[in-house]
């Protein structure tokens, strides 16, 4: 049987002050009792805390909601404020409050305690680790990609890049001028000057069967990385990451 209800915040037991007020039948009301109480050293932070509650009483012929002060207090302040009320109502609490500690500090119940606390370390970890999956399997096709791109030195054309994605070097061409990236001239596809200091091409010469020297554009793995990063813009993404996206779906 609860004498005074107990209430549990963050692994602590208090009791509401003006639920103790009241099973102590004490004369003076509670605003002015509780301060003269605190004068005996009781401590904010340490032995209560103060609380605003809603309470709703009858004032004339209707209900009327009013906001009230109460306080969380320890059950040590409670058994100290029993023995100060010097009545018989006092010293019932006070043992009740001896056998709650009791019960509380049983092996029983410190283990049970233990083990809740346990438990929800373990589910924060378990939610830990989904969150980092999720954000792992966010970034993964993207990090495939740029795997198989750092993997690889050699300059490309623009058709191997463009196989990348399941199009055409003719697409890819169209879609770097249209994007105002290259330009061709004399059938050479050179960049515009914003482009062109980047590191994003190498050119290479070749001499034919008549010893007519032809000039080809090759593009470099960062030039793969920023063609990758601008048709992403665009929503086009490689085969490798819709291959994986459809995995993980």
């Not at 609490?93 to 049970?112: C, G, H, I, T």
């Not at 034919?208 to 048709?231: P, S």
């Amino acid at each position: 049987m609860q004498l005074v209800p107990i209430n549990v915040v963050d692994n602590t037991q208090y009791v509401s002050g003006r639920d103790l007020h009241m099973f102590l039948e004490i004369g003076t009301e509670y605003k002015d009792w509780f301060p003269r109480m605190c004068e005996y050293g009781f401590e904010v932070g340490i032995d209560f805390n103060p609380l605003k509650k809603e309470r709703v009483q009858i004032e004339g012929n209707r209900e009327v909601k009013r906001i009230i002060s109460d306080h969380e207090i320890t059950i040590d302040m409670a058994k100290q404020l029993c023995m100060l009320s010097r009545n018989e109502k006092g010293r019932q609490a006070r043992e009740y409050f001896l056998q709650v500690e009791k019960d509380w500090n049983s092996p029983e119940k410190v283990m049970a305690r233990a083990l809740q606390v346990a438990n929800k370390t373990i589910e924060n970890y378990k939610l830990s680790i989904s969150m980092k999956d999720q954000q792992l399997a966010e970034l993964q096709p993207k990090a495939n990609y740029y795997d198989v791109i750092l993997q690889n030195k050699e300059l490309l054309s623009i058709t191997q890049i463009a196989k990348d994605y399941g199009k055409s070097g003719t697409w890819l061409n169209k879609f770097l001028a249209d994007k105002k990236v290259q330009f061709k001239q004399s059938g050479v596809w050179f960049l515009y000057a914003k482009y062109a200091d980047k590191g994003y091409t190498s050119s290479k010469t070749f001499i034919d069967d008549v010893e007519k020297a032809h000039m080809h554009t090759y593009w470099t793995q960062k030039g793969r990385l920023f063609i990758y990063d601008l048709l992403k813009q665009n929503g086009i993404f490689p085969l490798i990451e819709l291959v994986d996206a459809n995995k993980t779906a």
